[in-house]
């Protein structure tokens, strides 16, 4: 990009300007916003419901004003009832899911420490690489994508490796399937282990017990079972965890991520860290509290019962799906494409045709499955009918 010479008072040729004339370059013809109105139902992120969309608008405070504070606050116990932990390190963290994941790896890896992850899709490997990044001395167990561990094999997995960390994920969206966790935390603490759970596509959709389950460390995000837009993503650490990081010989290596520090701003010394996403947070409480409102109970039969209205017409139109019903989420469905059918044609029509998002399959199940989100807000019967008839039109017709 050059930049006009500043003219010289000796230069009397062209023009009269005296200082370095603005490059237009960038300055693009923009229309007004303006998107399409698309039913999410891909692995997130999932349509936002209205009552979060009207907090986005609230014009903001400052963050450090009492009002504010008294938002964190609340908002930090409806995480808890979301949740269902007493744990007091309990906050949203400003930035998306991955954001949460790393700053859980971050606290609680210390280098050399062996941590061991039990993978069986996608995001079982960005944890092996995220605690890699943190110095971790990482060991693995594996299933085949599609199905989950059983409480013998991460037995065997912790008396081989004897980890400081086992980290699983609860609900892999890559999969569709629900990793049981009871009987988990009994195990690693034997082992003097931290449980460390990546809970992203199980919060708000899928039961799930922090404290009754012996969970050490978990981590979330808004825009999936919480129907609120990426950006603040929960974080939660039991009273074991955070022995760890009182013990810790080094610094955590990541000053964003440091619960260290960040307990200073969110806990009663209120001293600044960073300026918390002020909008985001009074999202992130409205969504929270439409939990509430509802009740974890009633809201996890209302997604198991979509998700099976939603099985029943994938038979009905011979589709299969790729996890069996034991461990299939209710969140999140893969359904195997049949033979012979484009898989990404399909995603191509129901976006363009029916303003409909569904996603393809990662990894090992790539040109195989469809991954189909029915979340929180988006977790009702005309979705599911919609979809259903949907997918007939653009498959068989
Ligand atoms: C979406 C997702 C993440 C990452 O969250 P982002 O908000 O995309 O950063 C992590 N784990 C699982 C299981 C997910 O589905």
């Known amino acids: 990009m050059s930049v006009a010479p500043i003219p010289t008072k000796s230069s009397t040729s062209q023009s009269v300007t005296t200082s370095p004339s603005v490059s237009d370059r960038y300055r693009l013809e923009t229309t007004q916003l303006d998107m399409p109105p698309r039913i999410l139902l891909g692995p997130g992120p999932a349509n936002v419901h209205p009552r979060v969309l009207g907090a986005l608008g609230v014009p903001p405070v400052g963050h450090l004003d009492p009002t504010f504070l008294k938002l964190m606050d609340e908002l930090c116990n409806l995480l808890r009832y979301a949740w269902q932990t007493e744990n007091k390190m309990t906050i949203a963290v400003s930035g998306t899911g991955s954001a949460a994941m790393e700053a859980t790896i971050a606290n609680s890896v210390e280098p050399g420490d062996v941590v061991l992850v039990g993978v069986k899709g996608y995001f079982g490997h960005r944890l092996v690489d995220m605690a890699e990044r943190y110095g971790g001395d990482v060991k693995q167990i594996n299933k085949p994508w599609g199905e989950a561990f059983t409480l013998e094999e991460i037995k065997t997995g912790l008396e081989t490796h004897k980890p400081k960390v086992l980290a699983l994920v609860h609900a892999e969206t890559s999969t569709g399937v629900r990793q049981p966790l009871e009987g988990v935390a009994d195990l690693c603490h034997q082992h003097g282990c931290l449980l460390l759970v990546d809970t992203v596509t199980s919060l708000g ?115 299969e799906c790729h996890v069996p019903k034991e461990t299939r989420l209710p969140t999140l469905t893969t359904v195997r494409i049949p033979d012979g059918v484009d898989g990404k044609a399909v995603c191509r029509k129901l976006l363009n045709e029916y303003n409909i998002e569904i996603a393809g399959g990662l990894g090992d199940l790539g040109g195989k499955v469809w991954r189909v989100g029915l979340m929180g807000y988006n977790s009702r019967p005309e979705n599911v009918l919609l979809l259903l008839n949907a997918l007939k039109k653009v498959i068989f017709a």
């Open 205 to 319: 959709g899928v039961p799930l017990f922090i404290d009754q389950w012996g969970i050490d460390l978990a981590y979330s995000c808004s825009q999936k079972g919480l129907s609120c837009p990426p950006g603040a993503s929960p974080f939660t650490m039991s009273a074991r965890a955070l022995e760890k990081l009182q013990k810790r010989q080094s610094k955590v290596p990541n000053w964003y991520l440091d619960m260290s520090l960040l307990t200073k701003y969110w806990g009663s010394d209120r001293v600044y860290h960073h300026t918390a996403p002020i909008n985001m947070n009074y999202a992130f409480r409205e969504a929270l509290r439409l939990v509430a409102e509802e009740g974890l109970e009633e809201r996890w039969a209302r997604h198991q019962k979509n998700a099976e209205l939603f099985w029943e017409g994938l038979a009905d139109m011979n589709l």
